[in-house]
């Protein structure tokens, strides 16, 4: 089973209530049964985990904490390239789409980096 339903929120809240299977057997099924993160609950998990404000971490250089946003908003929050360069603050979607192909290459080499993506992914319940 795939883990991406596009259409309307009434679209996509209609498939999910179609699934049907084990859910305690099939994980990609309870995935697609959660409703996709906001933008809002993302920079806010970032706040605490940085503890810092959004707008300090998202503009330090070299700090990772709007990269990690980006790639929780595209993989969990359902945002499409565009709409995640607009809410970072203007950022064109070529831009969006190497920071986050350069963020999930170097999770897997960096780990203190793996480290806060997993906290952060807790403090969201993902």
């Known amino acids: 089973m795939g883990d991406l ?4 929120n009434d679209f996509v809240e209609r498939v999910r209530k ?3 299977g084990d859910r305690n057997e099939q994980k ?3 995935e ?4 996709p993160v906001d933008w809002e609950r993302i ?14 971490v998202s503009g330090r250089h070299g700090d990772p904490g709007r990269e990690l946003a980006m790639l929780i908003a595209q993989r969990y ?6 709409e995640i360069g607009e809410a970072v603050g203007g950022l064109r979607y070529p ?5 986050i192909r350069r ?10 980096l793996e480290r806060k993506f997993k906290r952060l992914r807790k403090l969201l319940k993902l």
């Not at 339903?5 to 309307?8: A, E, Q, S, T």
């Not at 697609?32 to 409703?35: D, L, N, S």
């Not at 831009?95 to 920071?99: F, I």
């Open 43 to 56: 920079t806010s998990a970032i706040e605490e985990l940085w503890r810092r404000p959004w707008e300090e």
């Open 77 to 82: 929050g359902g945002m499409s390239l565009r």
């Open 5 to 8: 339903v596009l259409g309307g």
């Open 18 to 20: 179609m699934l049907a």
């Open 28 to 30: 990609p099924l309870r």
């Open 103 to 112: 963020t999930s290459a170097r999770l897997k080499t960096d780990g203190a």
């Open 95 to 99: 831009a969006v789409s190497d920071a």
């Open 32 to 35: 697609m049964e959660k409703p």
